[in-house]
């Protein structure tokens, strides 16, 4: 069984910056596609931005330039490194490890940017 633990939200002032990180128990972290996502209240939960096995990137539209996914597959650990944050960015962020039997989630982390 994965777990994935998410670490470092917070409250931040707008055009500030903030790391989030999303530990994976287990052995099948290298070999994983790792997500973020993050749902606002009262919306649906989206795709942030994405990283492959071999560390092809993707991101939305709404956070490219400013946000940056990475990953260490020796700590087992994936990164996204928010900068230039504005209050809509506001929302629990969600790690995703992908697998073809099915998605692995964290918890979530709250993330409040205020103006």
């Known amino acids: 069984q994965v777990q994935l633990v998410e670490s470092g939200g917070g409250l931040v002032q707008a055009g500030g910056s903030l790391r989030l990180s999303c530990a994976a128990s287990?052995?099948?972290?290298?070999?994983?596609?790792m997500c973020w996502y993050r749902q606002a209240p009262g919306k649906q939960r989206d795709l942030v931005a994405g990283?492959?096995?071999?560390?092809?990137?993707n991101y939305a539209d709404s956070v490219k330039g400013r946000f940056t996914i990475s990953r260490d597959n020796a700590k087992n650990t994936v990164y996204l490194q928010m900068n230039s944050l504005k209050p809509e960015d506001t929302a629990v962020y969600y790690c995703?490890?992908?697998?073809?039997?099915?998605?692995?989630w964290g918890q979530g982390t709250q993330v409040t940017v205020s103006s």
């Open positions: 287990g052995s099948i972290f290298s070999s994983s596609a």
């Open positions: 995703n490890m992908r697998r073809m039997t099915g998605d692995y």
């Open positions: 990283i492959t096995p071999g560390g092809t990137t």
